[in-house]
T-cell receptor
Framework: RKEVEQDPGPFNVPEGATVAFNCTYSNSASQSFFWYRQDCRKEPKLLMSVYSSGNEDGRFTAQLNRASQYISLLIRDSKLSDSATYLCAVQHGSSYKLIFGSGTRLLVRP | GAGVSQTPSNKVTEKGKYVELRCDPISGHTALYWYRQSLGQGPEFLIYFQGTGAADDSGLPNDRFFAVRPEGSVSTLKIQRTERGDSAVYLC??????????????FGEGSWLTVV
């Protein structure tokens, strides 16, 4: 079993829809959590960090559930440009090492 | 440019050949990382440099893989006797001194390696 797991999708949604992804992690030593966006044949780019209190950036909301060991990403009012793969990543304690999930692919259709 | 630069962007090589992949980090960044991403997977950690030394090479899959950073800036990932299973995109990343949180790590576009 992988340490960080995601549903690979694809999630195929119409423009304007709300879509949510979950990511589960198995190591309770995980302390820092992130969502990355990766476009086809491009590098991962940080979308947002995930804090215990939850955080919001425009149409994007990220939440952390430590008790159940998962993080979530909610995208409201989906745009065509949101089509990409969304990777979650964790870090243990003060470790430099990012541990990624396999990513969830999102397709937003007109 | 101001970002992490990797060369070559694409490399096709024959099984058994030797390959070098180069990474030029963001100017002034002392921490440098190599990750490998296979098709349909997330990036997997290979090695971490703090300055010139490899602080953690625990992710290197076997002794055919080696990386150097002799002057604390540019790094080269070296793969000997390449195998078809080495085909992947090799991502380099860097971060400022003392900052290794995910929100301070910046990735390059990667070197796409295909072993035929």
């Amino acid at each position: 079993r992988k340490e960080v797991e995601q549903d690979p999708g694809p999630f195929n949604v119409p423009e304007g829809a709300t879509v949510a992804f979950n990511c589960t992690y198995s190591n309770s030593a995980s302390q820092s959590f992130f969502w990355y966006r990766q476009d086809c044949r491009k590098e991962p780019k940080l979308l947002m960090s995930v804090y215990s209190s939850g955080n919001e950036d425009g149409r994007f909301t990220a939440q952390l559930n430590r008790a159940s060991q998962y993080i979530s990403l909610l995208i409201r009012d989906s745009k065509l440009s949101d089509s990409a793969t969304y990777l979650c990543a964790v870090q243990h304690g003060s470790s430099y090492k990012l541990i990624f999930g396999s990513g969830t692919r999102l397709l937003v259709r007109p | 440019g101001a970002g992490v630069s990797q060369t070559p962007s694409n490399k096709v090589t024959e099984k058994g050949k030797y390959v070098e992949l180069r990474c030029d980090p963001i100017s002034g960044h002392t921490a440098l990382y190599w990750y490998r991403q296979s098709l349909g997977q997330g990036p997997e950690f290979l090695i971490y440099f703090q300055g010139t030394g490899a602080a953690d090479d625990s992710g290197l899959p076997n002794d055919r893989f080696f990386a150097v950073r002799p002057e604390g800036s540019v790094s080269t990932l070296k793969i000997q006797r390449t195998e078809r299973g080495d085909s992947a995109v090799y991502l380099c990343a860097s971060s400022p001194q003392g900052q290794t949180s995910g929100n301070t790590i910046y990735f390059g576009e990667g070197s796409w390696l295909t072993v035929v």
